[in-house]
C-alpha cells in the first residue's frame, strides 16, 4: 500500500488554492486480496468524507453504507443495474497519507472478482461516473457548509456594524438638542449639567469612531475568505467535470 501511495503521489501535481483533484484506477492492498478501485482525493477530514458519502449514497440510491472497519465501508450485495448486472459489495477504502486523505471506491464481484477497466471497461466507466458525482457532492457540501458559517458572521458583523453607525448618527443628534438645550438655559448649574452631558455623549462618539475601522477590516476579511471560497469551489467544479 505505501509504495503504491507515493507512487500515486508523485504523478499528481498542486497548484494555486486547491489541491489539483484526481481520480485514477489503482490496486489497493485490503485484507484479503488486492482490489482494484478508483482512487481519488478528498479533504481533510474523513468523518466529513464519510458523513458525506453515506448522505450521497442514501439520497441518490436510497442505500444504507455500514462500517466494516476503520478504514472500510461497505453496502453489501447491492444491485446497481447501471453499474453492473450482477449483484455486489460497493466498497469504500479510507487511505491516509502524510500530504493528503484518498479514498478508493471499488465494486466487488466476489472473493477475488471485481470491477476493472480491463475485463469490464463499460461497468467501470459507470462506477467512475458514480465516484466522479460522489465527488461533486462532497465538494459542494464541504464548501457550502463553509461558505454559509461565514455568511453567518458576515451578518452579524454587518447588524453590529450597522447598529453602531446608527448609535453615532443618534449620539450627534443629542449633542445638537444639548446644545440647543444650553442655549435657552439661564441657570449655571443647569447648563453645566448639560455640559457633562454633552461631554460624556462626544465621548461615547469618539470610543464608538474609534472602533469601526476595525470592525470595517473583519467586514472586509470575512467577504474576503468567502470570496476565497467560492473562488476554491469554482475551480474544484472546473476540475471535477474534467476526470
Known sequence: MKNLIISLLLCVPFTGIAQKLFLIEREISTSDV?????????????????DNYKKFVKEEYDLKVKKEDNNMYEVEEVSLPHISVKRGDLRTYLIPTDSMNLIGIAF?????????????PDEMMQLKNLSVAFLEYHYHAYYYDKIESLNKELKGLIKDLNQNENKISSLKKKVISLDKKASKEDDETKKRDIASDKLETENEIDIIVSQLPEMRDNLSIKEDEVSILKEELNIYHQQISLL
Open 34 to 50: 488486492p482490489v482494484t478501485a478508483l482512487v481519488m482525493n478528498v479533504t481533510d477530514n474523513f468523518d466529513e468524507v464519510i
Open 108 to 120: 466487488i464481484l466476489g472473493y477475488d472478482m471485481f470491477l476493472n477497466s480491463t475485463e469490464y
